[in-house]
């Protein structure tokens, strides 16, 4: 690394500015532009939001047979957790998925969906956490849980993570679709065990997404033979910790192939001025430099 001068510090530091937009040269048509207003005022409102064929049949079963090795290694296991709350078959997930797969990126920029991410959390966001899900038959439901529990701050607070589900079989009643608690993301209290639960129920290709302070769990599969295959992918704001950590489980050769929005939204970009930047340098370029 060639050492720097201090006409060089001075030039770095005078041509530093705000980090452009995720969205920066995206385009949606008028009719995306609804949904996407629509969705992020339910979600400011009751905490979720539920977006029909935001994939096409032909988009999932293309995803279903590139993660098919992934989902061959999720399945059940006995939890005994009482204190918890959710005792019995728990399904494993499967995180650290941009390691394993590239059947997921063009997705993780999908424009609709970052304009819907960034309508939740503002315009500093990342990827927190990418993950495959396919609870099968047996699984119990979960207990209800936040997603933003990771971080101590008193309720109710900003949204700090917007997390989804991208469908890729129907979520029903009997297969387990999505539980959750309307409202409970503006919530002071600890969760009320008498609150009234909405359940989500949605076709494949459909997107649900969510406030992380939102109480919620998976339902319990009452299927013989059904499995609920999804796409979890979960971001948070950029000026808080990820939940997985990017910068170490994606290898360097892996992040250089990948298109920069991508590897901005993975975190290789500064927030505001200062925050995550390297020498004073934008981190991306530093990192193609070195
Ligand atoms: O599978 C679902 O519907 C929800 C999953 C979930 O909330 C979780 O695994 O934390």
């Given at each position: ?30 009719k ?41 290694v ?12 959710w ?5 494993v ?22 304009f ?8 500093a ?39 989804t589900?991208?469908?890729?079989d ?25 609150a ?8 494949a ?20 033979n ?13 000026w ?20 920069e ?20 340098q ?9």
């Open positions: 690394m060639k050492e720097k001068t201090l006409e060089d510090y001075v030039k770095l530091i005078e041509g530093m500015r705000m980090p452009e937009r995720l969205t920066a040269g995206l385009k949606i048509t008028q995306q532009q609804t949904i996407v207003d629509t969705s992020v005022a339910e979600i400011k409102d009751k905490g979720y939001s539920a977006v029909p064929s935001f994939l096409t049949q032909n988009q999932v079963d293309d995803l279903c047979t590139q993660l098919e090795p992934i989902f061959a999720t399945g059940n296991r006995q939890v005994d957790d009482k204190k918890r709350g005792p019995g078959y728990q399904t997930h499967i995180p650290n998925l941009y390691a394993k797969t590239r059947a997921i990126d063009e997705l993780s920029i999908d424009p609709l969906l970052l819907i991410v960034e309508g939740v959390l503002g315009r966001f990342q990827m927190s956490v990418a993950v495959a899900m396919s609870p099968g038959p047996g699984s119990d439901k979960q207990g209800l849980h936040q997603d933003d529990g990771h971080y101590p701050v008193p309720r109710p607070h900003q949204p700090l993570v917007a997390n589900l991208i469908a890729l129907d979520f029903t009643l009997e297969n387990g679709a999505t539980m959750l608690v309307p409202e409970s993301h503006k919530w002071e209290k600890e969760l009320d065990p008498k009234e639960v909405s359940r989500v129920e949605m076709k290709g459909s997107l649900l997404i969510w406030d992380g302070a939102v109480w919620h769990g998976g339902g319990e599969n009452k299927t013989k059904e499995i609920r295959r999804s796409i979890n992918l979960n971001f948070n704001v950029s808080l910790r990820q939940q997985e950590n990017q910068y170490i489980g994606i290898s360097r050769e892996v992040i250089r192939n990948m298109p929005r991508l590897q901005r939204l993975l975190g290789y970009n500064r927030v505001n001025y200062l925050c995550g930047g390297v020498d004073y934008d981190p991306l370029e530093y990192f193609r430099a070195n």
